[in-house]
């Protein structure tokens, strides 16, 4: 099968495009309406059919014949590259203009559409361009044609790819904005033909659609655009998901392109304004689980920076939406901030607006596509999650063929003049014809720079191994020995230098090792070389004088150890350096032998270098096989292009020609880039007999040839192709033969060879006789080359692969084919498997390794029956392929590049040349592709890498990438797990130029490949997972319980100890009572001290001081404040001891007091709304405050962020009034109201509590029994005062148990992070509390100085505990990171607990004074899963570490409970925490009065077993476990573990995960991800990274994050998003608020670096 264009297939093409021009031409628009043009498709019912894009109204003209004749020259012309794309599109407009009528949205120039100019011959015919088109290996019409025939398939079936997001920094050539909501008609996605042109080319008519420059069809699109959006936009509002919306589709990247874009907009803008009022009431408040459409003016708290807001909805304005006069006489305006989701809803309920959700929708919408292979349904109970294994498909092909038969090559014929060894030879030539030329080389301008005849080479050789024997060193301690290794080390340019080096090694008996110049010390794949110079022994490196200057040398001159070298000794071989050898000085010419003559390097899959040795016999026996199967004689010509130190270019042009007498003609690699043809002109110019080249020459000569007009290849009897054996050499040497057939080019002289490291030459094309014809081609079918077995291809002609022969067995050599896998057993006929050969001219062994050696140099291939085949060992050579009937040798691949996914083999070559033939010259460059594989979850995984050109658009490289992906997909049926673009020149390189592949994997797998664009699949790709968990259906409470019984296991139920009323201060039921207590029997004693960030007392109160100022608050409410008992009272301060006046001031007054975080000031507009709504949520009937904040609450930076005219009156306490309360309020009941707790929880819900005062007081008794507290201690709080304990701890514990309390405000560490350090040691603090966000600031910002706070006397030694306040999973990691690195100041790591606390309990473990150390278990991660506990030991697979949350607090009793039956759940088993306890809350406080949807929180009771008990359920989850320790009062200690909230949990694959498992592995992964956090949105995983470095590293992540989730976790991420550190909001506990995260991310507030979606 020929690929060249003859005459009898011109005219048939000719005859063929004549009759499809109409057609073709309708085609190329119409079916580009469907292409995956930005991905803006969503699933085939989002679409519009084809022919709604008004070209259905249109008939074509009936087009003449002549018109037609010319339109097929002027195809042709394109597909054989004499004209150019631009050209082309000018004169096919200008002849078929006039036979089109110009429709709406057509281009008036073209006739076409503007869109992307993909007619079907400019993407189906290759191309050529002189610029950038450099390596084609792997061009190949046919596999071009299969590729677009593939797209096209692909395109019937409607793939939508949302395009990744990238902040404008990161784009380098901008064509995006903010937003364009989805398109409906055909005209408004196109693309002008501007950037197209090429110079003085314009473009007829360019603003004739109105577009404006950049145009889509304006006119048809803007009205049609503008109706249907306002349809989208008002369904969207009116909450109907936008997925059954079938006339548009969902939008995913945004454009300036379209004309209609603006009109749009505008419309946008009216739409909003009529439907304001909707979404003023879709404006969600988030009240634990409510969302009320009621006058939600409410927002949930968050501490992030006010996020800019890119949605950019009318011309980046942000969106005011009024409260309708309807509404009530409120009117407020709001600003869409970080939290808020008022656009539109999903399906579920969701709310959600932008751009990002619409790409996420349509991500959804693309993942409903059946998978391959389709994942069944399963049943599985145990909890082993067990990847699918996929089991053999029984119809796959087999190999059938009988086993194939050991093949012989001819024998090795001896000639009598061959001599004994190649010194010998060269001995010979040197003093018979001195004169003689043996290499002429060339300098950059191709003229002769040196002319080395066998003579000087002799003595040039000889003066070296004179040198290398005895110049070197001194007698007794000779630096090179016999038998020593020694480096080579010379450029490209000098083969002269390199040959004498060569020789004098052999004549001097000492093994050279040939290398590249190391450039610089990091050269890709360097070190490696270094690695094996280093286990060669090498000290010597012999190098040329110019080479020796150009090294990098250090200040003083000398040659530096370059990364991972040995140190060298550095000798320099021109003959002026070294000295002449005596007259009678002859160096010992041995016959060949066993002793090793030289070491080749190769590079391995993994990047490691090892070196082959050649024997002296097999690397003459190499010779004379070599000259036998070329039919080399004395004094031919050869024109060398290759590496002359390895591979083909050694063995043909420095050892077989010296042992023939050849004369070599060297051309340097910078010559060929500055002159492609230059080798061709040797060629001619020297009548050379015989050329070595490499399948890229040819293409180089072919791009370059059109300028020469005479040359004569007539004199060449054989062009060796060294890269033969690669399957897509094939189209370089048939378009070769095709084009120099006129210049006196044989078909015959064509010869293919394939070689290996290992097994030196493997086979060669022999030059066939005259006229005789080449032998038959290999049509293969790639699906059946995928399963290993050699399908002629009959059917499809899409995924074939095309083999030419590389000729028959070597002479003198043995060769079978033996099976990939497990022993090596030949092969049947018609499978596929590795060349081995047997023959003396092989390698015998990588240097060193023996075991390897064993592996590749000793097989013993064996038949069926296990006999062996010979009794010589054979070589791998690493080539996949089979032997024909006729003995001819085919090379299907490398087994370098073969990649198994799923059980099938595929071989990187073939994919590169599948991602090439996707309209390869537009994006990248073609000689810049990488692919490999990578395991992630027990399989290999694709990975392709390309070099992106520097001027392709962000859309375009997209496009590019989404095509592949299709191609490879119909041609290869495998799924690329990624595709990633670099900037142009930034993949490692080879020293000749390629790309360093292992190096490009390891960059890759480090996440410092820094890709420009990236595109994950893993949802395609990645079809083992474990199966789905389905729920059994539950085994009933009672079973459970009896199962339990019946097993011996105890419930899990504990408790702390009991409370005893013994103090004085137990009398009292109430706190104003004890205060008032205090302040007459101890006035003096001081109650609280408050440091500033210097940690000087910037005030302190006492007994009576707090007493007095609390009954002038008292009196100042009921003068000014105009209050009834029991009204709600805000108290707005910063941390403080104003905090705590307030509070007692109102407990004296009868009101109730509600503690709220001050706004931030610098932060006002995230941070404001947040006290509006608690402030009306509690119903407060005035705000006490200080002065400074009173004014902030009514500033004008306050009335944008809230209506300020609705604040109830705000009282300022600066000034108290010097009057007491006439008479203090004492409440009639203790179950009456004392204070209300507001919370934000983790998932963004605003939960107010109720306080009694009997809870009060018993919360205060319990902790004051548990942390021993009595007037004489001293307590330091770094704690935010504000709600659950740290609220408790700051102001009612020292009142109740008469302590000083030292108060530490977490914000002065900001200034001073060694500020609560510096305060307990001072002084002299036993017990301190702090949150997370504080250990984690001290952590950080105190790591490195240690030994500067030791040093000046920072002393943590008397600290018995250091609790941490969080109503969370214990941060393991964090508490013992602190441990550790505050013990060198004292601190002992049993002081460091945590306590655990909720709404319904807001302290219900605590560590407290005595009592056991907390303990730390390991559990199973993927137990925990399925809602199970196994204990695993410490570091097993999968280990999870979980600390006890701290000791049971007194008067608490917990239970585990099943939170769907309520049945109580056996010890070590997981379930939700129950708690009975008297300081439990009595319920939420909401201002809808519906708090019985959440009385069972409260007041649940057990479904079997103690049914009468009343309950508090905490919402999360936990196991009791009873440990060996004791307690106090001797018993054994109940330990619990907490795992998580329930409602963050997120349910996928049927299974349970906690968020911060998931964020631990991602943390994990790069060092530049400072803080991660997950969600789920319709079940997709959304996992947001903060990058701290450099932007350029985002995408680098993409892959990492990807892997990790899936290899721990089992589950595919669905969309990355990467934004700046401090994006994630966190509360003042240290939590993560991933609801509010979500919500920013969904409404597009979080302004992010990347967003990807994968696939």
């Known amino acids: 099968m020929n690929l060249t264009v003859s005459e009898g297939h011109r005219a048939a093409l000719l005859q063929h495009l004549s009759c499809e021009v109409p057609t073709l031409f309708c085609g190329s628009f119409r079916e580009d309406l469907t292409g995956t043009k930005d991905g803006q498709r969503g699933s085939a019912n989002t679409f519009k059919a084809p022919d709604?894009?008004?070209?259905?109204?249109?008939?074509?003209?009936?087009?003449?014949?002549?018109?037609?004749?010319?339109?097929?020259?002027?195809?042709?012309?394109?597909?054989?590259?004499?004209?150019?794309?631009?050209?082309?599109?000018?004169?096919?407009?200008?002849?078929?203009?006039?036979?089109?009528?110009?429709?709406?949205?057509?281009?008036?120039?073209?006739?076409?559409?503007?869109?992307?100019?993909?007619?079907?011959?400019?993407?189906?015919?290759?191309?050529?361009?002189?610029?950038?088109?450099?390596?084609?290996?792997?061009?190949?019409?046919?596999?071009?044609?299969a590729v677009q025939a593939a797209l096209a398939k692909h395109r019937e079936r409607k793939m939508a790819v949302p395009m990744p997001s990238k902040r404008r920094s990161l784009v380098v050539q901008n064509s995006m904005e903010a937003y364009t909501p989805p398109d409906t008609s055909s005209g408004s996605e196109g693309e002008g033909h501007g950037d197209e042109e090429e110079e003085g080319e314009g473009v007829d008519g360019e603003e004739e659609d109105g577009g404006g420059g950049g145009g889509g069809g304006g006119t048809s699109s803007s009205l049609e655009g503008g109706i249907s959006m306002e349809h989208w936009i008002s369904r969207a509002i009116h909450g109907t998901s936008s997925t059954t919306n079938t006339t548009s589709s969902t939008s995913s990247s945004s454009s300036t392109r379209s004309g209609s874009s603006g009109v749009a907009r505008a419309r946008l803008a009216e739409v909003l304004a009529q439907h304001v009022h909707i979404s003023a009431h879709q404006h969600h408040l988030r009240l634990h689980h409510q969302h009320h459409q009621h006058h939600q003016r409410h927002k949930a708290e968050n501490h992030s920076a006010p996020q800019p807001d890119v949605t950019g909805y009318t011309n980046n304005d942000r969106i005011q939406t009024e409260k309708t006069p309807s509404d009530g006489p409120l009117v407020q305006r709001q600003t869409p901030k970080y939290g808020n989701a008022e656009l539109m809803e999903t399906g579920d309920g969701v709310p959600v607006s932008s751009r990002v959700s619409a790409k996420i929708q349509q991500l959804v919408n693309t993942l409903k596509r059946p998978k391959r292979p389709p994942l069944r349904e399963f049943f599985v109970d145990d909890f082993e999650e067990l990847l699918e294994v996929q089991q053999p498909d029984p119809n796959l092909p087999k190999a059938e063929g009988s086993q194939m038969v050991a093949v012989q090559g001819e024998e090795l014929g001896v000639v009598t003049n061959w001599p004994p060894c190649l010194e010998a030879a060269l001995q010979r030539w040197g003093t018979i014809s001195p004169k003689a030329p043996c290499l002429t080389t060339m300098d950059t301008n191709g003229k002769p720079l040196c002319q080395l005849t066998y003579g000087k080479l002799w003595t040039r050789s000889v003066r070296v191994a004179y040198n290398l024997m005895h110049k070197l060193g001194t007698k007794q301690e000779a630096v090179v020995r016999p038998g020593d290794r020694v480096a080579l080390v010379f450029p490209n340019n000098d083969p002269a230098s390199f040959m004498a080096a060569f020789y004098g090694c052999l004549l001097a008996n000492v093994v050279p090792v040939p290398i590249e110049v190391p450039l610089t010390r990091k050269d890709a794949g360097s070190q490696q070389i270094g690695f094996l110079l280093g286990s060669c022994g090498v000290s010597a490196a012999l190098t040329s004088d110019a080479c020796h200057k150009g090294l990098p040398k250090s200040p003083t001159g000398e040659i530096p150890q370059f990364k991972g070298w040995p140190k060298l000794l550095w000798i320099v071989t021109d003959s002026k350096h070294l000295s002449k050898p005596p007259r009678d000085w002859f160096p010992d010419v041995k016959d060949a032998n066993q002793e090793t003559a030289y070491i080749e390097y190769k590079t391995c899959k993994d990047g490691g270098v090892l070196g082959v040795t050649v024997t002296r016999v097999a690397m003459l026996s190499h010779c004379q096989a070599i000259t036998q199967a070329c039919t080399y004689t004395e004094a031919e010509t050869i024109v060398n292009v290759l590496d002359f130190k390895k591979d083909v270019g050694l063995w043909h042009a420095v050892l077989t020609s010296v042992m023939n007498m050849m004369h070599v003609i060297s051309v340097p690699y910078a010559l060929m880039k500055v002159n492609p043809l230059s080798w061709i002109q040797k060629v001619c110019q020297f009548k050379a007999k015989v050329a070595c080249v490499k399948s890229r020459d040819m293409h180089w000569a072919l791009v370059a040839h059109r300028d020469q007009r005479d040359i004569n290849l007539s004199s060449l009897r054989m062009l060796v192709v060294a890269d033969g054996a690669n399957p897509w050499s094939i189209s370089s040497c048939d378009a070769f033969l095709n084009v120099f057939q006129t210049k006196g080019l044989k078909s015959e002289v064509i010869c293919p060879c394939a070689s290996s490291p290992e097994a030196l030459t493997v086979a060669i094309r022999r030059p066939l006789g005259e006229g005789s014809t080449p032998p038959a081609r290999g049509i293969l079918s790639m699906q059946g080359l995928s399963h290993g077995v050699i399908r002629v291809d009959s059917e499809e002609k899409l995924s074939v692969l095309t083999l030419q022969d590389v000729g028959h067995v070597m002479p003198g050599a043995e060769m079978c084919v033996v099976k990939l896998d497990g022993v090596p057993q030949l092969c049947q006929t018609d499978e596929i498997g590795e060349l081995c050969v047997c023959t003396a001219a092989t390698g015998t062994s990588y240097y060193g390794l023996t075991g390897m050696t064993k592996n590749s140099f000793e097989v013993v291939p064996v038949t069926n029956s296990g006999i062996p085949v010979s009794e010589f060992p054979f070589t791998r050579t690493g080539l996949l392929g089979f032997i024909s009937a006729s003995g001819l040798i085919y090379v299907a691949g490398k087994m370098e590049g073969l990649m198994v996914v799923g059980r099938r083999h595929h071989n990187a070559d073939d994919i590169v040349a599948t991602a090439l033939a996707v309209e390869p010259m537009k994006f990248v460059y073609r000689g810049r592709i990488a692919v490999f594989s990578i395991e992630v979850l027990h399989d290999e995984r694709i990975v392709v890498v390309a070099e992106q050109r520097p001027d392709s658009t962000e859309e375009d490289s997209f496009q590019w990438m989404s095509r592949v992906l299709q191609a490879i997909d119909g041609i290869h049926q495998v799924g690329v797990y990624c595709l990633a673009l670099v900037p142009s020149n930034t993949l490692p390189k080879t020293p000749l130029g390629g790309i360093h592949l292992s190096e490009t994997k390891q960059l890759f797998l480090e996440g410092a490949l820094h890709p420009c664009n990236v595109l994950m699949c893993p949802h395609t790709c990645v079809t083992n997972l474990p199966k789905p968990r389905q729920k059994q259906p539950e085994i009933g409470p009672a079973s459970v319980m009896v199962g339990n019984l019946v097993s011996g296991k105890r419930i899990a139920q504990a408790s702390g100890r009991d409370l005893t009323q013994v103090e004085d201060n137990d009398q009292f039921l109430f706190l104003s009572e004890v205060l008032q207590w205090r302040a007459q029997s101890t006035p003096e004693h001081i109650l609280y001290t408050l440091l500033n960030s210097r940690g000087a007392t910037a005030s302190s109160v006492t007994c009576l001081q707090l007493h007095k100022r609390a009954e002038k608050t008292a009196a100042m409410l009921a003068e000014r404040g105009h209050l009834q008992d029991g009204d709600h009272i805000a108290l707005v301060y910063p941390p403080g001891i104003d905090l705590i006046v307030a509070f007692y001031g109102c407990l004296y007054a009868g009101c109730v007091p509600v503690t709220v975080r001050p706004p931030h000031p610098q932060n006002i507009s995230t941070t404001l709304p947040t006290v509006k709504m608690i402030v009306e949520v509690s119903r407060s009937a005035c705000v006490m405050t200080t002065q400074v904040i009173s004014k902030l609450l009514r500033s004008k930076e306050a009335s944008a962020a809230v209506d300020v005219r609705t604040w109830p009156p705000i009282l300022d306490t600066d000034e108290l009034p010097k009057k007491k309360a006439p008479v203090l309020f004492k409440p009639s009941n203790p179950d009456m109201l004392a204070y209300l707790d507001f919370s934000v929880s983790t998932t963004g819900m605003l939960a107010g509590v109720k306080m009694s005062h009997t809870a009060t007081s018993a919360f205060c008794r319990s902790i004051k029994l548990q942390c021993e507290l009595y007037p004489s201690r001293e307590v330091a709080i770094c704690l935010d005062p504000y709600c659950g304990l740290g609220f408790v701890l700051w102001c009612l514990c020292s009142v109740y148990s008469g302590h000083q309390s030292i108060l530490i405000p977490p914000s002065e560490l900001e200034v001073n992070p060694s500020l609560w350090l510096w305060a307990v040691s001072h002084h002299k603090v036993r017990d301190t509390f702090c949150s997370y966000s504080v250990m984690e600031l001290c952590t950080k910002g105190l790591g490195v100085q240690t030994d500067a706070l030791k040093a000046r006397g920072l002393d943590l030694s008397r600290v018995r505990t250091c609790v941490v306040v969080a109503e969370e999973r214990p941060r393991t990691s964090l508490t013992q990171s602190f441990s550790k690195l505050f013990k060198d100041l004292g601190l002992h790591h049993r002081a460091v607990s945590t306590s655990f606390g909720c709404r319904v309990n807001l302290a219900v473990c605590l560590q407290g004074t005595s009592g056991p150390d907390p303990t730390t278990v390991f559990v199973d991660m993927r137990a925990l899963r399925h809602d199970r506990v196994r204990l695993v030991e410490r570091g097993s697979p999968h280990s999870l570490p979980l600390m006890e949350s701290g000791k049971i607090l007194p008067g608490v009793r917990i239970i585990i409970a099943n939170p769907e039956t309520k049945g109580p759940m056996g010890e070590s088993h997981l379930g939700e925490i129950w708690v009975q306890s008297g300081h439990n809350a009595s319920g939420y406080f909401s201002v809808y009065g519906d708090e019985a949807l959440h009385s069972d929180h409260f007041n649940s009771r057990l479904s079997f077993g103690d049914t009468q008990t009343v309950w508090a359920r905490t919402g999360y989850l936990g196991f009791l476990r009873r440990t060996e320790l004791t307690d106090a009062s001797g018993e054994r200690h109940d330990a619990l573990y907490v795992v998580g909230a329930l409602e963050e949990a997120m349910e996928l694959r049927g299974m349970r995960y906690h968020p911060i498992d998931i964020e631990t592995s991602v943390i994990r992964t790069h060092k530049s991800i400072t803080e991660c956090a997950v969600f789920t949105w319709t079940n997709l995983l959304v996992v947001v990274v903060e990058l701290d470095g450099s932007e350029h590293e985002a995408l680098d992540l993409v892959p990492l994050v990807t892997n990790a989730v899936l290899e721990e976790h089992y589950l595919i991420v669905g969309v990355v998003v990467v934004v700046d550190v401090g994006v994630i909001p966190i509360n003042s506990r240290g939590e993560k608020q991933r609801m509010h995260l979500r919500d920013g991310f969904l409404a597009d507030q979080l302004d992010p670096i990347y967003v990807a979606y994968n696939m």
């Open 52 to 145: 709604d894009g008004g070209m259905a109204d249109r008939d074509p003209v009936p087009i003449p014949v002549e018109v037609r004749a010319k339109l097929a020259e002027l195809e042709l012309e394109l597909s054989e590259g004499d004209i150019t794309q631009k050209g082309y599109e000018k004169k096919r407009s200008k002849l078929i203009g006039a036979y089109f009528s110009q429709g709406p949205g057509v281009d008036p120039s073209t006739g076409q559409e503007r869109r992307m100019p993909t007619t079907p011959s400019s993407s189906s015919r290759y191309r050529r361009r002189l610029s950038g088109s450099r390596d084609e290996r792997y061009r190949s019409d046919v596999h071009t044609e």
